[in-house]
């Protein structure tokens, strides 16, 4: 429990000591650490987890659906969180391939674990027929929550923070600092003074996370008309503050050799799409609302079977006519 680090805040007088590792014991003659970054992650997870359950069980949605889902949906979230990290540092990594399994030091980027969850999330609900885009409503409430919570790993750590700052709740770590004249070489366009506390930038996305869980969830209780609505809303409030608090941080991951920052130009192409999709399906649906459906149907089968059941009576009329027919026939002869 050596490994810790006192932390400062410009507005408080006295330091706080944060340790890094929750525990460190043998088993079986094995060495075990468990650090805070990783049992904090695991923690939001788990809480993301509870509350999807919670809405999966509103929702009337299959749980061993949801199961698979979340099996899936989580391996290759962090396989995509690690693999957009470790390709974006490729220059670094491809001299130390034994340190890219290493997630418990750090280095997941969130975007590529979006993408690397949503791809395998799209697949499961193909093959287990479900609602994508409901699914995505539920999933994405969730990952605010797990975001929010998991930011705290990285203070752990004491990664992720910004530029210098003198606002009242600026930082200053000897970790943070020696971190600083570290990679001082490699900062584009600024500089940070090690000595100088900097902004907490883990703090500001973990606060606008969270808050961002009561506005989707009321939004999706009063506000909901389609399918997909409360995801795009999480693209335009999670790719907002991202877009600024991107420009906060000295660890961001750049586009070649200029100074545009990968996730920053993401975030703020997040927001415009989400926003004109947002705008025109919610013109479209309050002009000619429809009810929304449940997660446990697919749109095209629902309408194969509505055509089935449409062209059934039609084959029944056909055969009335022809039997009608052949009563006339016999009647006339009769006659």
């Not at 923070?161 to 990679?183: C, Q, Y």
Request: glycine share 10%; aromatic share 14%.
């Amino acid at each position: 429990m050596s490994d810790y680090t006192v932390v400062y805040f410009t507005g408080i007088d006295r330091g706080f000591s944060v340790p890094a590792v929750l525990a460190d014991f043998s088993l079986f003659g094995i060495n075990v650490e468990i650090r805070f970054y990783g049992a904090i992650i695991a923690f939001g997870f788990l809480l993301a987890v509870l509350f999807g359950g919670r809405m999966a069980y509103k929702w009337k949605m299959s749980l061993d659906k949801m199961v698979d889902v979340l099996i899936y949906g989580t391996i290759f979230a962090i396989i995509g969180a690690r693999l957009y990290y470790v390709f974006s540092k490729w220059d670094y990594y491809s001299a130390h391939l034994s340190e890219i399994p290493q997630i418990w030091e750090g280095g997941l980027a969130i975007y590529g674990g979006i993408i690397g969850g949503l791809v395998a999330a799209y697949f499961v609900c193909k093959i287990r027929k479900l609602n994508y885009w409901n699914l995505l409503d539920m999933a994405t409430m969730s990952l605010l929550i797990g975001q929010g919570i998991g930011r705290w790993g990285n203070f752990t750590n004491q990664e992720a923070f910004g530029v210098n700052t003198d606002l009242p709740w600026g930082m200053w770590s000897e970790k943070i600092a020696s971190d600083i004249i570290r990679s001082q070489s490699e900062y584009k366009g600024f500089t940070v003074d090690p000595n100088l506390p900097v902004h907490p930038t883990f703090l500001y996305e973990s606060i606008w996370c969270l808050l961002g869980v009561l506005v989707l969830y009321i939004i999706c209780c009063k506000a909901r008309k389609f399918s997909g609505q409360i995801a795009l809303c999480y693209g335009i409030w999670y790719g907002l503050e991202r877009t600024f608090v991107e420009g906060l941080r000295t660890d961001s991951l750049y586009i070649g050799d200029t100074t545009i920052r990968v996730s920053q130009a993401l975030s703020a192409g997040l927001v415009i799409v989400c926003a004109i999709l947002l705008t025109a399906l919610l013109i479209k649906y309050t002009k000619h609302p429809k009810p929304i459906e449940g997660v446990d149907y697919f749109p095209d089968e629902k309408l194969a079977v509505a055509e089935t059941v449409k062209e059934e009576p039609a084959a029944e009329t056909a055969e009335n006519i022809i039997t009608e027919e052949s009563e006339e026939k016999t009647d006339g002869e009769n006659n």
